[in-house]
């Protein structure tokens, strides 16, 4: 399957999830209503859909097709990124006001969810504009060893069975690839620092 058809298929799946997250999330306002508001249920079922759109809003960028060109609004990026983080105990922090084209977007929520793997417990992470491209800082108290999957942000072809929980590491590589610009990753001890 090439490229540009995953990217559809990325897409399809997440326009097709949007409409009964909506359903349910209206169905959490009409039932707030009933005199349930307040109860742990329905905390708990408000937060989970508020958390499973988020990763749809992040899933269709970082997955999804994209028009030549496209923009996306600063403010909407960080609430995406607000959004995915607080469930993951990840506080992500974009330092940028501007608009953000697509496809650069689309790499930078790829290396996020590669930070994501690597900090499963929580940490921080700091996204900033740095000489036409960007400076992602991750860290945290405690990190994953996970050296063979960052060997795929600078190997081709990606190896022949990618797991699917791992599919974002040769994938933000494709990416980083289209764009013309290397992935190059410093790494201490509990800090990951990219430059893309």
């Known amino acids: 399957m090439s490229q540009d058809l995953t990217a559809l298929l990325g897409s399809r799946i997440c326009h097709d999830l949007t409409s ?63 959004a995915v983080g607080r469930p993951r105990k990840l506080a992500i922090t974009l330092h940028a006001e501007d608009d953000i084209a697509r496809d650069e977007a689309r790499l930078i929520f790829l290396i996020l969810q590669c930070c994501e793997t690597a900090l499963p417990w929580g940490g921080t992470v700091d996204v900033a504009p740095r000489g036409g491209g960007w400076r992602i800082v991750a860290a945290g108290a405690r990190m994953r060893e996970i050296d063979a999957l960052w060997e795929q942000l600078k190997v081709s072809p990606p190896p022949a069975e990618v797991a699917a929980a791992e599919v974002h590491f040769p994938l933000a590589r494709e990416a980083a690839r289209a764009l013309g610009r290397p992935i190059t990753l410093h790494r201490r001890q509990l800090r990951l620092e990219f430059s893309i």
């Not at 349930?36 to 408000?46: K, V």
Request: negative net charge.
């Open 20 to 82: 009964p997250l909506g359903a349910i999330g209206n169905g959490v306002e009409l039932l707030s209503m009933t005199g349930l508001e307040g109860t742990p249920e329905l905390a708990m079922i408000s937060e989970s859909v508020e958390s499973a759109n988020g990763r749809i809003r992040y899933f269709r960028i970082a997955y999804g097709a994209a028009s030549p060109g496209q923009q996306l609004g600063c403010n909407e990026i960080k609430s995406i990124l607000d």
